[in-house]
């Protein structure tokens, strides 16, 4: 496996990493705080560098199955933290997460980590 693969393999499990940390405190909490917004955000910033990684290291076309998946699953994890930070700047203070961006946040999340989760088997099954 090349330099470049193993840095988006490490750079992805540390978006999983903040993704994580961010959508549980959403999760169980509610509610959108500086913490939640600083996890998202940043687990937004490595999935974009793990995705520009694993496509320059990659010998397969960008338009596979997986990274069709992938760049859909970035894409509805960075409108769940830009939804997230509008709703948090309306008050800039701890906010109440309405219940349909709560439930879109958990369904963003759930497709993340099946993409992330179809990237780790195709790796493992090569």
């Known amino acids: 496996m090349s ?9 992805v499990n540390l978006a999983l990493i903040s993704y994580s940390i961010g ?8 509610e ?9 955000t940043a687990g937004v910033v490595f999935d974009i560098a793990a995705t520009i990684c694993m496509v320059i290291g990659s010998s397969n076309s960008f338009a596979t199955v997986h990274g069709l998946i992938g760049y859909s699953a970035l894409a509805v994890m960075t409108l769940d ?19 349909s961006l ?24 090569k």
């Not at 330099?3 to 988006?8: D, H, P, Q, R």
């Not at 439930?103 to 195709?122: D, E, F, K, P, Q």
């Open 32 to 40: 959108v705080n500086t913490f939640v917004l600083g996890f998202l």
């Open 3 to 11: 330099s470049i693969l193993i840095a988006g393999v490490i750079i």
């Open 81 to 99: 933290t830009i939804l997230l930070w509008k709703t948090w700047l309306r008050k800039r203070s701890t906010t109440l997460v309405s219940r």
């Open 102 to 125: 709560h439930m879109y946040s958990r369904y963003a999340y759930l497709w993340w980590v099946i993409a992330y989760i179809t990237g780790a088997l195709i790796v493992s099954l």
């Open 23 to 30: 959508i549980i405190t959403e999760q169980r909490k509610r």
